[in-house]
Structures are given as structure tokens and as C-alpha cells.
């Protein structure tokens, strides 16, 4: 899992002290608030109100379309319980500052926390200080490094994320008659073990229907890096079939390059899920045919476990008593047979 932003290396400079302010803190807010973000359905036995819960919540800046998601995610997930308390704090991608908010939370004696580290590592120490303070910690994503430091992870798959993009693009060369495919790859920052990942699942997966990965360049997960290093791969690459860019966010770039080279002879499969890509897939009138989901309805899922260990419940539909100590969300491939289905979980980028 990652330890740093998915998408920039943005640190700051002034670490705060513990009382850093606590902002767009919301108290049971009915539900039915006008929100377009994804949130979990509830059903069963344990879907009705119990006892009241108050849910910290800390997460880096919402500078960029799926972080911002991941926080409107949440809140919006709050909302449909009127026994939750949800208490979030500013977003911030300055490590010193999350762990003084992170504590903050933790002397106010929070409920449940959850936690989107923007580094894993870092944030690691605080997250057991609250579960040594007998606070249920949810660690979305960015994986701590022990699981001392938190009592349930949920978090995207990005291996499987980059084997059915592989699989996808596979099994479209296959129908197409193309034998030997000429397939690129637009990956996120090589030094993450994300990208690392997601880039060996994308090859393994190629070489399962023996193809491999062509032209390669790596990006930053940023609109601008994918225009540009999708220019230098298109000026490098007269033909293409096929090309994976691993971030929808930066697919914006992607595609400006694309249109700036006038190239239309290859599909193009996305990443994470954002309703702009999926908009594009619809409309199928473009590279666009579909985007391999690393969707932040991860965040909506972490505060209904929340709830659910708040209240001391597990889940329904499982035999367990107790909610698990780890979720992985699947990496669904979006194309315009089923785009209508995971419009639902689409984020602006």
C-alpha cells in the first residue's frame, strides 16, 4: 500500500500544536441532504439507529479529484446516520500537522477514528496511541506499518487493479485479431509501490495472453505530468494499439496529448474511476472504452465499519460477530455495458 500521496509529493513546512482546529464537524444531519457522493446502503438487523457514535476522521488535503472524493465520501456517508457525530479535520499534507489533529481527536475521545494517512509510516505511531487509548482505528488505504496501530484496514487492490486492466486490453487485442499489439503504458510515480504494483499486475497479466507491455513512461499522477510524458511516449510510438494510463486524474493530460497528436488508432483504458472517464466510456465516441476502478467509496465503506464498531455490531451478511480486520476493494473494469452501474461511485477530476 502506499505510503505517500497517490498523486504528489506536496510536504509542508510548519508542523502545529494539538489544538489544531477542527473544521466541518456535523452532528447527525439528516439524511436525504442533497450529496451526489457514493454511499453504502444499509440493510439488515444492524442498519437501525443505536447507540450514538461519535467518528473522528483525518485524511490529507482534498487538493485533487479522488482525495476530494474521499472526503466528500465520508462526510456524506455521516450523514446517513442520525446517531453518528462526525468530527473531520482540516485536510492537510503536512505529516507533523495530520499526527498533532490525529491527537487532537484522540484527547476530545472520540469514538472510532479514521484515518487516511498521507504517509503511512509517519502516521503509524499515533494510530496506536489511539488504540492503546481504547479507540477503534480505521485505516483506509495508506497501510500503516503494524497492525497494532489499527483494528481494521480497507483499501484498494492495485495489483488487480493493473491485472484486468491487462486482462481487459488482452482479451480486446484477442478479438480484434491483433497478434502482436503494440501496447503502452502511462504509470503514476515508479518510485510508490503502488505504481510498482499496479505496473506488474499490468504485465502479468498481458504475458498470461502472450503479450507484453510496449512504449512506457511514468507520470505524477498529475494532469500536467501525463500531457506531458504521453507526449514524449506518442512522439517515440507512430503506432499504437492499446495504452493503460494508471490515473484518471491524470488521464485529463493524457487525453490532451492525445488530441494535440491527432491520434485515434488505439483504445485507451483508464484508472480509479472518475465520473469524467466514465462520462467518456458512455459516450464511446473517443479512445476512451473503459477505466479499472481504485474507487474512493473505500471512504464511505470506512465510516459505516465505523459506526459498526462503535455499536459493537459486525456484518450482516456475514457469519462473524465481528466486523474483519481487513477489506480489499475489488478493481471493477468500467466499460459501456456496465458504466450505468458504477456511475454511482464517480468523482470529479
Known amino acids: 500500500m502506499p505510503s505517500f500521496d497517490r498523486r504528489k509529493f506536496l510536504w509542508g513546512s510548519t508542523a502545529v500544536g494539538a489544538s489544531a482546529v477542527l473544521v466541518g464537524c456535523t452532528s447527525n444531519e439528516a439524511p436525504g441532504s442533497t450529496n451526489t457522493a457514493a454511499v453504502a446502503g444499509q440493510t439488515g438487523e444492524n442498519s437501525a439507529p443505536g447507540a450514538p457514535v461519535t467518528i473522528g476522521f483525518s485524511a490529507p488535503a482534498a487538493d485533487h479529484g479522488w482525495m476530494a472524493a474521499m472526503t466528500k465520501n465520508a462526510r456524506a456517508q455521516a450523514e446517513q446516520f442520525s446517531e453518528v457525530t462526525f468530527k473531520a479535520t482540516e485536510g492537510t499534507n503536512d505529516v507533523n500537522q495530520q499526527i498533532a489533529q490525529v491527537e487532537t481527536l484522540i484527547n476530545e475521545a472520540v469514538d472510532v477514528l479514521v484515518i487516511l494517512p498521507f504517509d503511512g509510516k509517519a502516521l503509524t505511531a499515533v494510530g496506536k496511541q489511539a488504540m492503546d487509548a481504547g479507540i477503534p482505528v480505521i485505516n483506509v488505504d495508506r497501510v500503516f506499518d503494524t497492525a497494532l496501530a489499527y483494528r481494521t484496514w480497507i483499501g484498494g487492490d492495485n495489483y488487480r487493479m493493473g491485472v484486468n486492466a491487462g486482462n481487459y486490453i488482452g482479451q480486446q487485442m484477442k478479438a480484434k485479431n491483433i497478434a502482436n499489439p503494440v501496447i503502452g503504458e502511462v504509470a503514476g510515480i515508479d518510485s510508490l509501490p503502488l505504481t510498482q504494483q499496479r505496473s506488474k499486475g499490468f504485465a502479468d497479466a498481458l504475458a498470461g495472453h502472450g503479450f507484453k507491455v510496449g512504449p512506457r513512461v511514468s507520470a505524477q499522477f498529475t494532469p500536467e505530468s501525463g500531457e506531458q510524458q504521453t507526449a514524449n511516449l506518442l512522439q517515440g510510438a507512430p503506432k499504437l494499439d492499446a495504452l493503460w494510463n494508471h490515473d484518471d486524474d491524470q488521464g485529463i493530460g493524457v ?27 458512455k459516450a464511446d465516441s473517443g479512445v476512451v472504452k473503459a477505466t479499472v476502478l481504485y474507487s474512493p467509496s473505500m471512504a464511505s ?41 458504477y456511475m454511482d461511485v464517480g468523482f470529479d477530476s
Open 255 to 281: 487525453l490532451a496529448a492525445i488530441d494535440s497528436a491527432s491520434r485515434s488508432e488505439f483504445i485507451m483504458v483508464g484508472g480509479a474511476g472518475s465520473k469524467n472517464m466514465m462520462d467518456l466510456i
Open 301 to 341: 465503506s470506512a465510516i459505516a465499519l465505523a459506526r459498526l464498531l462503535g455499536q459493537s455490531k459486525g456484518l450482516g451478511d456475514l457469519a462473524e460477530h465481528e466486523v474483519p480486520a481487513s477489506i480489499t476493494t475489488y478493481s471493477a473494469v468500467v466499460t459501456k455495458e456496465n458504466v450505468d452501474q
